[in-house]
Every structure is written in structure tokens, then in C-alpha cells.
């Protein structure tokens, strides 16, 4: 049996200061989910998003439904 390890990833455009959250994209399609965590606290939490889920948010993002930052 062999264990997979999250492959941790930050947007490229996180450049503010270590504000950010990183996601670990490698476990959508084994596992249909997007560990999400505080890049600042690696050992900290984790949420498990369902990746049809993690996916309409970031389409969202995209396309500006929630506003701009």
C-alpha cells in the first residue's frame, strides 16, 4: 500500500506578503477533492473541498462574481 503526499502549490500571483492559501491539485482526481490550507501554518489544518466544488469557485473567481479585490 503506498501513501500519496499533497504536492502543495500558491498561485503565482501571491506575492503579498505570505497572505495566501495553497492548494494541493495532485488529489482531485485520485481522491474528488482539494486540500486547501494557510500557507503561514503548513501544519495546521486542512479543508477538504470537493473538487466540483473547488472548481465553480474558482470559475467564479474568474469571471468576477465576487467582485474584485
Do not use: Q
Amino acid at each position: 500500500m503506498t501513501t500519496e503526499t499533497p504536492r502543495w502549490i500558491k498561485s503565482s500571483y501571491s506575492s503579498n506578503g505570505g497572505a495566501c492559501v495553497e492548494v494541493a491539485e495532485n488529489f482531485a482526481v485520485p481522491h474528488n477533492v482539494v486540500p486547501v490550507r494557510d500557507s503561514k501554518n503548513p501544519g495546521g489544518p486542512v479543508l477538504d473541498l470537493p473538487a466540483a466544488s473547488f472548481a465553480a469557485f474558482v470559475t467564479g473567481v474568474k469571471s468576477g462574481a465576487f467582485g474584485s479585490v
